[in-house]
């Protein structure tokens, strides 16, 4: 499976991004999509994940900002309200079986 993500960029606090992550090559039996970040010299934490029955999950500190949404073998992330501790590399995940793969990072930056 190959991972493409894209959407990152500058914002200012306030603002709004929209990530989005295309899945390609041997995509089937996909159980979970998500999406991941890592700030500078924090280690990589959960941003949000949905199964493919469309149940999602949500670090506390995204929740009501954030929204995830999956078409297919796409996921996108939705980021509103944007904070300056939203500043991260983000990572596109996928679960098939007991297989991991990610996607490389796109850079966010939320500042003024």
């Known amino acids: 499976v190959q991972l493409q993500a894209s959407g990152g960029g500058l914002v200012q606090p306030g603002g709004s991004l929209r990530l989005s992550c295309a899945a390609s090559?041997?995509?089937?039996?996909?159980?979970?999509m998500g999406w991941y970040r890592q700030a500078p010299g924090k280690q990589r934490e959960l941003v949000a994940t949905i199964t493919n029955g469309g149940r999602t999950n949500y670090a506390d500190s995204v929740k009501g900002r954030f929204t995830i949404s999956r078409d297919n073998a796409k996921v996108y992330l939705q980021m509103n309200s944007l904070k300056p501790e939203d500043t991260a590399d983000y990572y596109c995940?996928?679960?098939?079986?007991?297989?991991?793969?990610w996607g490389k990072g796109t850079q966010v930056t939320v500042s003024s």
């Open positions: 995940n996928v679960k098939q079986g007991a297989m991991n793969y």
């Open positions: 090559g041997s995509i089937f039996s996909i159980n979970v």
